[in-house]
């Protein structure tokens, strides 16, 4: 079981990084779909192997929701969008750079968190953090719309599989909750879009700048 | 009747969507007022020392939580009662409906015993108002929910883990656990859990549910946010919904403390809401806006509450629970208020608005005085929980924070009332804008500024015990 965790997780992880390299968005997506389809067979194997058979119902949910329904949404909202090129200044080199440090800080941050782990799955929460804290910062240093979802969703990842590798779950009501979060989140942001774009004739949200102060 | 307090906007909600005119003006102000009905009836029952429960305890209503939904019921009447300005007949655009839901998801999040399912409902509050916000579909309130959805997602997710590794704190130590998020077990468990585990958790919390609060340096999204969206929700997001995310992390306050000894969430809390306050007093200075100034005053009364929390021990935690109220009364007031004038005048600038005093006497009065109240003058309630908080803040040791916090106070306090003196009395310019309603109109408002009076002057007999009980459920 920890091995089957581990290499699951740090193959999300590996996903994690590719998406911050990679600039085309169809590359993007499908490796976002990918990295769910990766999280829900880690649910699955869990639920095998720790017989718990909640589990196999948030891998089926996960599939459905996060490999099947969001980037069939997310490629609505991206076609149309040019491939964005690479701002002057703003290598993936750089971006991989501080992914590799924000490895280091979650293994940091999660010392107490392994250090009183007894379930198997322990070892491998420090990958799933960084997975997090990878997305947080896609999130927090997107330069548009697309940039913020996609970040937004691989942050979202990495806590479940965190809440996953940690507690084997939480309870069916928070889980439901959390899956019905993501998705309208994912619908509003795709309403707010196109109303971005009609507005602005673009997805920069650089272009967003008339409150200040 | 808990049932009921939540199953009445939930309804409500459900009726409106298909509701048009007359029939829907109708319909929401019977659900604002049956809402506020049942909330009080809460407060009361609960009050009389019944602790209500329904669901197996999935939904308990203690003394706190009777304080919120009480809060929740008054400012959403209030709101209420100004929404169907902003509402243009014949075109609903959802506005009823969504309202309703806002109230019904800030209701859940504070009548839960269950802090998973008090996370989804903080996280649907955000759902409900996003397309409040962007009601006027302008570019600047688009922006401003763009950042509202896009912060407090991020936020609500940084809460979510927190609450992950306080679920993985209660199993590591008790096995299954049936009803580990529970905050009653959690509280029952928490001298056990893993000190380092919980302070982490802590961390993501107040981080998380901090961002929904509005506490700096997350609160970004606020200003944009209240500054954009239709008064009467401006009201409820300042009055109460910043307070639902205090409130969240209120309730994880003492199970942190008593796993981790109260040093730590203390410095946490003390920092942050030294900071918010300080943010707040800068911008004040600064914002061209007034219904941005309104919200930069919400910061900063956040700021003060989280400071009360943070000093600790009985006074300055019923003087922070009590600040809760008195601020959501006076800034909702406040916010509608200066839609009015910004209804009337056109513009939200500081700039372009003068002489409110002389044009529409009875809405500039009602906004001198809630402002008079936000600032914290006498005999408003503001003044008596300030004084609360920082009479302890002094007693129990923190000189240095009470200190500097005063003085922000007062940098604050000139700031909001410099902008507020140019918008009632500078020389009225342009044409003269006739006041669009009479005395009635004034009524709501004029009540909550009388409550103000009443937590100012003269306690209900009976209120004082109350405080007492409130405070010792978040500092026991």
Request: proline share 5%.
């Amino acid at each position: 079981m920890t091995t089957a965790s581990n290499l699951l997780t740090f193959l999300c992880l590996a996903i994690t990084l590719l998406i911050v390299w990679r600039r085309s968005w169809p590359a993007r997506l499908r490796l976002f779909a990918a990295q769910s389809l990766l999280l829900a067979i880690l649910a699955g194997t869990i639920g095998v192997l720790a017989q718990r058979r909640g589990l196999f119902l948030v891998a089926a949910v996960v599939v459905v929701v996060k490999v099947w329904a969001i980037p069939r949404v997310l490629a609505r909202i991206g076609s149309g969008a040019p491939v964005r090129p690479i701002a002057p200044g703003r290598s993936s080199g750089i971006a991989l750079l501080v992914a590799g440090a924000l490895v280091v800080a979650a293994y940091v941050v999660m010392l107490p968190v392994t250090a009183a782990a007894e379930l198997p799955t322990g070892g491998a929460i420090p990958l799933a953090f960084a997975m997090a804290l990878i997305g947080l910062a896609l999130c927090v240093t997107g330069r548009d719309a697309l940039s913020h979802i996609l970040g937004f969703l691989v942050f979202e990842n990495g806590i479940f599989g965190l809440a996953i590798l940690a507690t084997y779950g939480l309870p069916g009501i928070v889980e439901a909750g959390v899956f019905l979060d993501v998705l309208v989140i994912v619908l509003i942001m795709e309403a707010v879009v196109v109303q971005v774009r009609r507005e602005h004739a673009s997805i920069d949200v650089d272009r967003l700048r008339e409150l200040r102060g | 009747m808990l049932l009921a307090v939540l199953a009445i906007p939930l309804v409500g909600a459900a009726l409106l969507w298909r509701a048009t005119n007359r029939l829907a003006t109708t319909l929401h102000a019977v659900t604002a007022a049956s809402t506020l009905a049942a909330g009080l009836a809460v407060a009361v029952m609960v009050n009389a020392g019944e602790t209500l429960v329904a669901f197996d305890g999935l939904l308990r209503a203690d003394a706190l939580s009777a304080w919120m939904i009480a809060l929740i019921g008054i400012v959403g009447g209030l709101a209420a009662s100004e929404a169907p300005r902003y509402v243009v007949p014949g075109e609903p655009r959802r506005f009823y409906p969504l309202f309703h839901l806002f109230v019904f998801t800030m209701l859940l999040a504070v009548s839960t015993d269950d802090v998973g399912l008090m996370w989804v409902a903080v996280e649907g509050t955000t759902l409900a108002s996003v397309f409040l916000v962007n009601f006027e579909r302008t570019r600047a309130s688009l922006e401003a929910s763009y950042k509202y959805l896009l912060i407090c997602s991020v936020g609500i997710a940084i809460a979510f883990l927190g609450t992950v590794l306080v679920y993985f704190a209660g199993i590591q130590q008790f096995g299954d656990e049936t009803h580990a998020l529970r905050y009653t077990t959690l509280l029952r468990l928490a001298p056990g859990l893993s000190p380092r585990v919980i302070e982490l958790a802590f961390v993501f919390l107040v981080v998380g549910y901090g961002t929904k609060a509005g506490l700096a340096p997350m609160h970004t999204w606020l200003p944009d946010a209240h500054s954009e969206a239709p008064a009467p929700v401006s009201a409820l997001m300042s009055g109460v919904l910043l307070s639902v995310g205090v409130y969240a992390i209120a309730r994880f306050k003492p199970a942190v403390d008593a796993a981790a000894g109260p040093t730590f969430a203390r410095g946490i809390m003390l920092t942050l809401g030294l900071l918010s306050i300080a943010v707040a007093s800068a911008f004040l200075w600064t914002s061209p806006n007034y219904k941005r100034a309104l919200a930069y005053s919400s910061v900063e009364h956040i700021g003060l509450v989280c400071l009360g929390l943070g000093f600790g021990g009985p006074v300055a935690t019923a003087g922070a629970l009590l600040h809760v109220a008195n601020h959501a009364l006076a800034k909702s007031a406040g916010f509608l208020m200066s839609g009015r004038i910004r209804a009337a005048y056109g513009s939200a600038e500081i700039g372009s608005v003068r002489g409110v005093m002389k044009h529409m006497p009875r809405t500039g009065a009602a906004f001198l005085t809630s402002i008079l109240a936000l600032v914290g003058l006498p005999p408003f309630g503001l003044f008596v929980s300030e004084v609360m908080i920082f009479a302890a803040g002094f007693k129990q040791g923190f000189p240095l924070v009470a200190g500097i916090a005063l003085l922000l106070l007062v940098i604050a306090f000139a700031g909001l009332l410099r902008g507020v003196h140019h918008i009632l009395y500078g020389a009225p310019a342009g044409e003269p804008v006739a006041e669009v309603a009479g005395w009635p109109s004034v009524v709501p408002v004029a009540a909550a500024l009388g409550v103000l009076l009443l937590t100012g002057l003269a306690w209900p007999p009976g209120f004082g015990e109350a405080l007492d009980r409130l405070a010792a459920i978040v500092s026991p």
